[in-house]
Nanobody, 127 residues
Framework: QVQLVESGGGLVQAGGSLRLSCAAS????????KGWFRQAPGKEREFVAA????????HYSASVNGRFTISGDNAKNTVYLQMNDLAPEDTTIYYC????????????????????WGLGAQDTVSS
């Protein structure tokens, strides 16, 4: 069992930056591939970024590629999402998730692939 807690959400002006953190308790964090998703009210959950267990592979959605960076610190049991050049359309709730499936360099971009989820962190970008 893994518990995930997001932090770092907040209010920022367009063009600004935020860094989300997702701290995990439970099993060793390096046993999990990690991902970030986001979901606006009334919309489906959307893939944002993913990182493999080894940290050597990452993948981003087209809408955030080049602006967001996912990274992990297994010693701190924490995965981060650095968000730069934020736009109002990035306003939503962000969720971290982990899965123990696959090998060390596998990444997952579908929400159904993930086993554990955090409760979410709200980001608001004003124009």
């Amino acid at each position: 069992q893994v518990q995930l807690v997001e932090s770092g959400g907040g209010l920022v002006q367009a063009g600004g930056s935020l860094r989300l953190s997702c701290a995990a308790s439970g099993r060793t964090f390096e046993d999990y591939a990690k991902g970030w998703f986001r979901q606006a009210p009334g919309k489906e959950r959307e893939f944002v970024a993913a990182i493999s267990k080894s940290g050597g592979s990452t993948h981003y959605s087209a809408s955030v590629n080049g602006r967001f960076t996912i990274s992990g610190d297994n010693a701190k049991n924490t995965v981060y999402l650095q968000m730069n050049d934020l736009a109002p359309e990035d306003t939503t709730i962000y969720y971290c998730a982990v899965t123990s499936s696959g090998g060390m360099d596998y990444i997952y971009i579908t929400s159904n692939d993930y086993d554990y989820w955090g409760l979410g962190a709200q980001d608001t970008v004003s124009s």
